[in-house]
């Protein structure tokens, strides 16, 4: 069966995108970028073949769709902006199979302009073809939420902007099969600063809570509750908890782009969070010394280190780092997820407890990190000798709280 569209980048935004346009019953052709790339299980993989999905074996299968989406991820590079690098790649293949009539649309997040001066260029010096007159360009901000049971890609809007309006139609109308509403932007710049403010307005709230969170813990408030009253307020307040730190492959960013000005409120958040798995570690030293204990030789056991609740993804995930911090301080770490099989700190493999209450009762400390609903927290606490709730999530009383 010839294929409608091709995923370009099976990772964090192209399989949820591939999984929706097979339940749309759009045939679909995955095509994979690098080694970021996401996996399908097995079984998953049968159902998306059944459904109409194929992943390509080479990339002369890109020149055959009417629709192709590029999607890689675009993690943070050591200069602290974006790597476009995958992008740039998966680009540069479509490019070479581009065929007239065909529409390109750009998902990763990237800075404002990009998908003008920096895609629209590979993909006219690749192909031949102009942008606007010989193949659609588009772009749409990727709002994928792991683990979500309620908002899928079927009633989430999603935001087009094209370079052209004739583009911007194009794509909205491709999305019209696989979402209730698409919100279609002034252009290719307003598109992509909607991912910017999007991002960018999550990880300043948390960072807000974070700081409140340090500061409740030393006035003796109890922050949980200021929020749960909090968000009773039917406007002008949305709800945002503190934790350990922030995750997942949606990086803040900064700098708007070519306008190279820096947001300071970014800056700051990105700070803020940044801090807080060394403030796990301070509380954590702080709770051992108070029963007579020191972090060195300190068996401790860290549960849930994905950065997400009930998903096995790890990416950027804060448990890293206070698993390194713990271990550089002599601890005796061990793990607990179970959506984690295995994991490594500081290219060492960390043990897994695999008897749970048992492992929590013979440690010396027990921090949570990530709250899974499998976590009976209730349980849990009457075994552990401490336990450190960094997510809240513990009946009151039942553990300190981060």
Known sequence: MPADLAVIGLGPYGLPLAKAAVAAGIPTLGYRTGPDSGSLSPAELRRMVSGGFRQATSPTELGRVRTAVICPPTPRGEDGGLDLSQMETAARTLAAMLRPHTTVILESPVPPGTTENVLRPLLEEGSGLRAGRDFHLAYSPSRVDPGNRDFTPANTPKVIGGLTPACTESAAA????????VVRARGLREAETVQVLETNFRHVNIA????????????????WDVIRCAETKPFGFEAFRPGPGV?????????????GRTL????????????MPRYVIQRAATLLNEHGKSVRGARILLLGVTYKPDIADQQSTPAQEVATRLLELGACISFHDPYVASWSVLDRPVPRADALYEAVAEADLTILLQQHRTYDLQG???KAQLLLDTRGAAPTGAAHRL
Do not use: W
Not at 209 to 218: F, G, I, P, S, T
Not at 264 to 275: D, I
């Open 174 to 181: 491709f999305y019209g099969r696989l979402t209730d509403k």
């Open 208 to 223: 807000l809570v974070n700081e409140m969170a340090v500061l409740c813990h030393d006035l003796g408030i109890d922050l």
């Open 247 to 259: 995750g997942g492959h949606a990086v803040p960013q900064d700098l708007t782009g070519p306008a």
């Open 264 to 275: 300071r409120m970014v800056e700051l958040a990105q700070q803020v969070n940044g801090q």
């Open 380 to 382: 849990l606490s009457v």
